[in-house]
């Protein structure tokens, strides 16, 4: 199989996609790339200074609105305001922070952030969107686990770490779920994933963590890390290769750290489509946000 590139992005003229955290890191150099192949680009970012600053870097048609993906009001609002259809939606923004920290509506930062809100984001966009979606995850979703008794960190001691690794799981249970009901939905649309490996990005360097969210020293991921430029190309190839429903798409080489994308494996928790499913109905009834394709029921006779 040959190696994937930039210079292997089909035309995308006519078409419209838009990027979430597309002011810095892989977010910005994807939102780059679909742009000067002729996407219409909307940069879904939470701070639109920054998104007018990265947009200035860029060539061909793209537009800056705001959206803060740990606001279930932003992300109603930022829908309502979206003229038009969406080819393609990127899931990319994601956070690691440090000490606990809530959402708007209350929900723990990470998870309500890299999950909660790119949930309500696709299923809020989906009568819109027609042709892909695609939702970044991390190698960090292996040391992830979903704990449903306390999702929000109401009750555990916190830790930074396993709250990422959660959110992340959680990314890629997303995808696959959202496939399997874009599939019963008969939908055209279909739901893949993405992971960048190790890449020098400012995520990564938050608090001195990797973008897979464990401690490694500084020098051993120096040795690793990818640019940006190289870290989107697994994005980019699950947005435009053709590929099926549910791929997964990162790195190929040194233990899905770096090198050229490829279909990838997940871990077994990130198989469990029980588990997948429960996670979307907890979901809905925590946004208050529902898959909005499936079909009505058939009244009585």
Do not use: C
Request: aromatic share 6%; proline share 7%; charged share 20%.
């Amino acid at each position: 199989m040959s190696r994937f590139s930039l210079a292997d992005l089909p035309d995308l003229t006519g078409r419209t996609a838009l990027v979430t955290g597309a002011n810095s890191g892989i977010g910005l150099v994807t939102a780059r790339a679909l742009a000067e192949r002729g996407a219409r680009v909307v940069l879904a970012v939470r701070d639109p200074e920054k998104g007018r600053t990265a947009a200035a870097t860029m060539t061909g048609p793209v537009e800056v609105r705001a959206l803060d993906l740990a606001d279930l009001s932003s992300v109603r609002a930022f829908v309502h305001d979206l003229p038009g259809p969406v080819d393609l939606l990127v899931n990319n923004a994601g956070l690691s922070l440090g000490p606990l920290s809530r959402t708007a509506d209350g929900f723990e930062l990470q998870f309500g952030t890299n999950h909660l809100g790119h949930f309500a984001l696709t299923n809020l966009l989906l009568p819109r969107i027609r042709e892909r979606v695609v939702t970044v995850s991390s190698l960090g979703h292996r040391i992830g686990s979903l704990d449903f008794s306390d999702l929000q960190w109401e009750r555990r001691q916190y830790r930074p770490n396993a709250a990422y690794a959660q959110s992340k799981l959680a990314n890629l249970l997303f995808a696959a779920e959202l496939q399997r009901r874009l599939t019963r939905a008969a939908s055209p649309v279909i739901s893949t994933a993405a992971h960048p490996g190790i890449s020098s990005t400012n995520l990564m360097r938050a608090q001195g963590k990797p973008t897979f969210g464990f401690h490694v020293e500084k020098f051993l991921v120096g040795l690793v890390a990818q640019s940006a430029e190289e870290g989107a190309l697994p994005t980019l190839y699950a947005a435009t290769a053709d590929l099926p429903g549910n791929s997964y798409a990162g790195p190929g080489g040194l233990w899905g750290m770096r090198g050229a994308p490829t279909p990838v494996g997940r871990s077994p928790r990130a198989r469990d489509s029980s588990v997948a499913r429960r996670l979307w109905e907890v979901s809905e009834d925590l946004t208050g946000i529902r898959f909005p394709l499936d079909a009505p029921a058939s009244p009585a006779s």
